[in-house]
């Protein structure tokens, strides 16, 4: 087939299979009955310290529920006493009615034994993967397979939430708008956190249902070795997009504290799993990521996931991760040119800063010597003058 006709059936595929997914996403919103997540808006408070607590409840429509959570009232008794005998400062009952009412709006806006399942089914297919890689197992066949899977299973059929992503991106809105902590989301956040602690980011990279939804569409751009993109692909040096990354990170910590408003929200690409609540502009944003998706590695994860920054960090401290047995390594570097990002050339080349791994398992794959597997133990560092190939030797392989 002429290389035209190649890259067409490419962009062809990446478009067929996103309009796939919005359409069946969009009919399993309607299935599961899914309400948008919004944490309430401000409103006006009618609200004096003479008014008793009953009338406060009443002039606002304040449930005795939130009444007895945001003022620790412990008895009926107590709703006949004054606003103003309650010791709390005006501007301090309406932040505590507030936070009382976002967290019942969060509670109630989950399906929690939905939540439940996708847990179990996260660690299901986790650890099945887990034991596929560290038995060199995962081809590059079977990787596509693998990530249509979870797109199907934690995207379309469980939907946008939770994940990974709306963990940190939902605690920090949430904190910063109403100074509120949702506890199952620290406990979601925490499970999350220890996977990336047991096995690099393994959630991101086989259970993301965003994450794994990118990988697909940048693997359809590839040859059929997945080696390298049929239409050309990029790679971003780290610096830049982890620098856009923190900066993204900081701007929406900001908004998040200074003004309640949450940035990621009309843009959340997660919404691609529920389709009927994106606007215009989420519409644009979420097509040209996944547009982007075919020739740059996982844009989301790398530029902007507040998720895919946190996990970055505590990858350092991973115990499960690729590692390099460099005394089979013949330093071909197919494992760096055959990698999505900048990751194996900054292992092999022993950099300070070593970019976000997602444990696809490429550069296992195409090793000629079995030199790399994904195990537990410290990195060992690259024998020093192992990898200073002239420049046109690597032009040549390239080439190749
Ligand atoms: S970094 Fe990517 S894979 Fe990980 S949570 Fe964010 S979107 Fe998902
Ligand atoms: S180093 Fe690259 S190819 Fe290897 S597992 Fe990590 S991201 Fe994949």
């Known amino acids: 087939m002429p290389k035209s006709s190649n890259k067409t059936s490419v962009v062809g595929q990446v478009v067929l299979l996103s309009v796939l997914i919005v359409a069946l996403s969009f009919f399993s919103v309607v299935l599961w009955d899914a309400k948008p997540e919004e944490i309430p808006e401000a409103r006006d408070w009618v609200l004096n310290e003479q008014m008793r607590i009953a009338e406060f409840a009443e002039a606002n429509n304040v449930t005795e529920q939130i009444l007895k959570e945001a003022l620790h009232l412990t008895s009926k008794e107590e709703l006949s006493k004054t606003i103003g005998s309650l010791g709390f400062s005006l501007a301090e009952i309406i932040a505590r009615v507030e936070k009382a009412f976002a967290l019942q709006a969060e509670h109630e806006s989950k399906n929690w034994i939905k939540i439940r399942v996708k847990f179990v089914l996260w660690t299901t297919i986790l650890v099945f993967v887990f034991v596929l890689l560290r038995h060199n197992r995962v081809t590059s066949r079977m990787r596509k397979s693998l990530y249509a899977f979870s797109i199907v299973l934690f995207g379309v059929i469980f939907g946008s939430d939770p994940s990974p992503m709306g963990t940190v991106k939902d605690a920090i809105a949430l904190y910063g708008a109403k100074g509120a902590i949702f506890p199952p989301r620290m406990v979601a956040l925490a499970i999350f956190l220890l996977m990336v602690v047991l096995a690099n980011k393994f959630i991101c990279s086989w259970g993301c249902q965003l994450g794994t939804l990118q990988d697909l569409l940048f693997r359809l751009n590839r040859d ?32 998040a504290f200074l003004w309640a408003i949450d940035i990621v929200e009309p843009i959340d690409p997660f919404k691609v799993y529920k389709p009927q609540f994106v606007g215009i502009w989420g519409g644009i944003f979420i097509a040209a990521i996944l547009l982007l998706s075919m020739i740059i590695y996982r844009p989301w994860c790398s530029l902007f996931c507040p998720f895919g920054l946190v996990g970055w960090l505590f990858e350092k401290i991973s115990l499960f991760k690729v590692k390099v047995n460099y005394d089979t390594c013949i330093a071909c570097e197919a494992c760096a040119r055959a990698c ?61």
Request: aromatic share 10%; hydrophobic share 35%.
């Open 224 to 255: 059929s070795r997945d080696r390298k993109g049929i239409l050309r692909q990029y790679k971003i040096p780290f610096f830049v997009s982890n620098g856009v990354r923190i900066l993204f990170f900081i701007l929406f910590t900001i908004a």
């Open 340 to 400: 999505p990002s900048t990751v194996m050339e900054a292992i092999l080349k022993r950099d300070r800063v070593i970019p976000d791994c997602f444990a696809c398992g490429t550069c296992i794959e195409v090793c000629p010597t079995h030199s790399i597997s994904f195990s537990a133990c410290k990195r060992v560092k690259t024998p020093v003058g192992k990898f200073t190939k002239d420049k046109e030797t690597k032009r040549q392989q390239d080439i190749e």
